[in-house]
């Protein structure tokens, strides 16, 4: 609930900036996590969570923005 309020005071270029961080930053863990297991692999979930987040509410901004 915490991130979602955060999202929604962001601007749109924030937002998409913040994606691009979170889907490199998912995609290190991966990598990582193939080679040698990482500490809490929560992370991983929690990471792909906050991406479906960042879409869901550029989502919701586009179709905002149709009417």
Known sequence: MK???????LST????ERLDNERAMYQKMLLSHAVSPIENPNK???????IARCL???RKRELEGQN
């Not at 991130?3 to 005071?9: A, F, G, I, S």
């Open 56 to 58: 869901t509410e550029l």
């Open 13 to 16: 270029a924030e937002i998409k």
């Open 44 to 50: 991983i979930k929690e990471s792909r969570k906050n």
């Open 3 to 9: 991130n979602q309020l955060v999202l929604k005071e």
